[in-house]
């Protein structure tokens, strides 16, 4: 590789970093994935459509731009709590790990839906 492809390479792999809309740590697509399913997340949400509970995109959209986005929701899925369903008090699951670059990383997954 000559100096010019070198170049190319690092300057298109910083931009594709810096309008990926994460700058700080890639995010894990496939463990976001993965703890959702196993914390039957998907039960109630979907990233598009409206289930029992809201899609992720209109989760993203609506904590866009705020600073305590990031501490609200990782409380809100770690802690456990109620939300409404169909006008009933239903408990809200929690994620089933306590690792928390696990459950960081999916709340960056779904901030950047
Ligand atoms: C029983 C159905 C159900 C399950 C299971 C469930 N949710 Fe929810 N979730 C809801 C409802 C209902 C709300 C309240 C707001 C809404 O979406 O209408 C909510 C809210 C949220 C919010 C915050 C939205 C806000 O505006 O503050 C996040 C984030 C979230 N859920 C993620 C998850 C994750 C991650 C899991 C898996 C651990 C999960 N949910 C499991 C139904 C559910």
């Not at 109620?82 to 709340?107: P, S, Y």
Request: hydrophobic letters at 35%.
């Amino acid at each position: 590789m000559n100096k010019k492809t070198t170049f190319l390479l690092i300057t298109s792999v910083a931009l594709a970093l810096a309008t990926s809309g994460n700058l700080y740590a890639a995010v894990d697509d496939a463990d976001a994935e993965k703890l959702l399913k196993d914390s039957k997340c998907l039960k109630c949400h979907d990233v598009e459509k409206t289930k029992k509970g809201k899609p992720y995109k209109k989760i993203a959209a609506e904590y866009k731009g705020k600073a305590t986005a990031k501490a609200e929701l990782i409380k809100h899925v770690t802690e456990p709590n109620q939300v409404e369903v169909e006008g009933e008090k239903v408990d809200h699951g929690t994620v089933k790990t306590r690792d928390a670059e696990r459950i960081n990383n999916l709340i960056d997954w779904i901030l950047a839906r």
